[in-house]
């Protein structure tokens, strides 16, 4: 089957899912694996109701969506279950585009390959049940695919304003912009098997630097227009003060719970700084590859996020299919799936026998999202490790028995 | 120890060689660390009941200061169930109604003040529609606003013993009301229900209590309500009188009530009433029956007291893995679990005598007492563990491991066997091309030329896709049996449609195995993959399980383990007659597979109780078995089925 009659089937059948009212999918909305106080269905209904009644949204912190939600479900569109399905459309067509500019392959063409990339996508649960439980991850993924795909196409102003969509309903995103410009100057095709030297214009980069920052304040001002500056306190700053300790499957809110007052600051500062710190060891490693840097960015956001959900992990997941080039030198691909099947079974698991059967406590639930983060860490290190070792190549038979193997 | 570090560059190389023996020493000996680790597990299994990996049982609440009131329940209260049971008799000689006696219990529960109600209710099963009437009470606390409340029960109903009517359980219940109303003291409402039939209206009530009324139950909301319920009491007293007070405890889907409950409820039988506690109906070792396993034994054996112990615990551990196992509640305590609820049922162990009414009343005064101290539920205590007889118990550091053991042979055989597909030896001569085809397995006498050779790896392409497609659909095929059987037209004529099932369900792999593309000769052979995907995902199930429900996990790691490890040796046919398969022994083994995977179909009872139980109740038990547990015996039993057709292939 190739692309041309997977990709269509796939898109039918995830519209034909948002279609049909299922009684599984209204439980899946208050799940805490799928959707984050910053991202969760219910506070954006609650959120356009109050904004609908002329109460600021903002005011009682339950309400932490971007205000372009707002503006979007209360004029153009109701939050209806189709969007998400649309959204995941867009997310699997950008990815199916991206893949396309790295292998070099025109459209129609890449064949089966390329049905299997969309199907990465869409059919990835770590992604499909947050879209169905309607969790504003989607259209964050969706807007990081479309700026890797406008990136890579190298299309640099839509890219950069994607960016600033992104990063604007999703602060982290801003680690993605180091190797997003750096892909705007070079090419997103496959340089892992002959690293280069950076050669990207530095004054071209500094240009798009500045395009993004002011596509970012306008869209700033447009939103403090319209719902006051507050919005920023209750939205853009959560990620990095963390008001919120609802319970996710990443590694914060279980340690911010734990912490007493006085070092919440500090540590919140060592949180959000540690985020930072992988951006230029990545950047400068695969200089050759930024496409290769942010996909392995991605993967750290999946880890280390503030307000993780299931979404992150699975988009770094999803992005694999676009690196086929790396299988061969992964180290331990099954013990990473493995670990990661681990984690998906302990954490809805866990959460039931604390919450719902009250037989365990918050300790059995971070232990199950410590797996998570350990399934997500051995799946970047392995990127990282395959993507390096992929410029060695393979040695030859009678050679590698006198080969003295010299790294670092 | 030869430390060899001639220059300083050298250290990671060093390092890096180290690293690599010790994987390749792993890998070689891989087989008997499996082993090592199947034979630990397995042998921890059946050391379960040995009294040194037991400890005593503590109460770790303070708040809860079991046995230290004095109860006022008194002869004059015994009266009064005495009059009760002589009217349930009645009802019971009269072959009343639901609606009769349920109107009769309200009436008397509000002839003592108590605001009363019935609830009626139906469950639409497969195989019947279950209507019943349930009449509830509650006593509203005169201390506090009522957010929280205690619920004693009965069912009209009782399995255990060979009475089937729980009429004094009832008559205890509706005495107490009267008797409870009397004291001032109650921190939390208390509510008494008593439902029809045995498990089913409790549990109506239950989810009619809680607004979690699911779609095969017609029943309206409740007209009385109360605060959320911390811990329930069931009291089952069928018999005449009783000389041992038993407890249940095993809950819906294997959950267990905090062991303080249960410890609490010991002290207080012992203390208060003088009457000795035991788990379930089993007496205690020196009051048992000489119905043992030991009676056959010989006399030296049945003498000795550490056999004696190691098969009374062994009693009790099997008859709670019983219930654990199939998520069963073992009483109608166990359907409060679902709710967040510590409860356990109280067995009166029917006996001559000595104790009566006067005991069970003032044990249950004092339990409530007891729960009435608490600030905040149960917590502190335990919530996984094993009780090996009343006064001791198993924290779940010491069986969780037994099953986690076999988990961890299982992932090292499978990850064993993926490492297997990934590479295939070949014979630097031409000497011997018939080498390659034994997976590096080679026969013994192709190893003793092959060796002054110099044997060279090469890796193989390992094609996934086959295999994750397989996998999903006998899963699939699973689910598709499971709507079968929970269907009424199956339970209706279970016996013939249980055959048919089970002959169609034996011929799935053989189905699956002709569409099955033959795999190119360079990619790795299809069972290595499937066998190694098989492994992993048993073991991911077992060790996920164990925390859940270790009799579960405990049973899957002794059903499944040597079956799925050895599906590609026992399906082998024998070296010795390379040119035939062994007929008969094959035939079998896989008859063999086909019992253990599907056999289970030829148990009717079994078959509608667990469908029942999952109908009715919510118990994931039979879906489980079907969607999960048989199709993963299915994968074992096609690897073992192309393990046979990739050798006649050649």
Redesign the interface.
Known sequence: MDSTSLFPLLVSFRLLLACIPLHLISGLQHDHQLSSPLTSYSRLKEGLWLYSHNIDPYAGGVFRHSPLFLSIFSTLLPPLPIVWALSDIVGAWALLRIWRARQRVGKGSGGRAGGLVAAAFLLNPYLFLPSLALSASTFENTAVLLTLMFASEGKPSAALLALAFSTHLCISTLLLLLPVLMLLVTSPVSQLASPQEFRGDLRTTCKYAGQFVAYWLVLLGASSLMVGDVYCEQSYRASLTLPDLTPNPGLWWYFFTEMFDHFRPFFLMVFSVHLVIYILPICIKFQHDALYASFLLVGILGIFKAYLTLADPGLFLSMFALFPEVYPYLRHPIVTTLVHIHAALLLPLFHALWVTEGRGNANFYYAASLVMGVAGGMGVVDACYAGLRIAFGDVAEGERNNWAVVQE | MDRIWPRR?NG??VR?RRRKNATALIYRNLSKITTALLATGYLWMTLIPIPPLSQGVYIDENALQPAQVNTNWNWQDVHQADLYLHHLEGLRDKNATSEQRASFIRDEFAKLGLSAATQNYTFMTPSSNITGINAYAILNSPRTPGSEAIVISASWLSEVGKEPYNLRGIATVIALAGFLKNYSLWAKDIIFVIGDNYLDGIHAWLNAYHGTIPQNLDTDLLELTSGVIWNALNVDYSGHSFSHLGVFFEGLNG??P?QDLINSLRLISHYTAGVPLVLYDHLELHDAPQNSLLTSAPEFMKRSPQLREFEHRARNVKRHVSYQARGRPSAPHGLF?RF?IDAITLYAIPADGPHGFFALGRIIESTLRTSNNLLE?L?ASF??YILTTPATFMKIGTFLPSAVLVAVAM?FSG?GR?VEAGWVQESSSELQPQGKEDDGKAANATIATVATLQP?W?PRQRPVIPVITTICVTHCIGLLAFAMIDTSCFLQNQVVASWILLIALGLVPQALLTIIPSHPPETAPFSLLLQSFNL??AS?VI??TS??NFSLAATLAVTLGIPLICSHVFFRPSQTSTSHFNKPCQLAVHAAYWVLTWGWLLLPQEVEKAVWNWEVLGVWFAPFVCIVYAPLLMQAGLVGLSVMNEMLLG
């Open positions: 560059q990671n190389v890096l959950r267990l905090n679990h967040r539920r917590h919530f996984f992932i990850l993926w060279t090469r992993c995902l991911t060790s996920i925390l859940l």
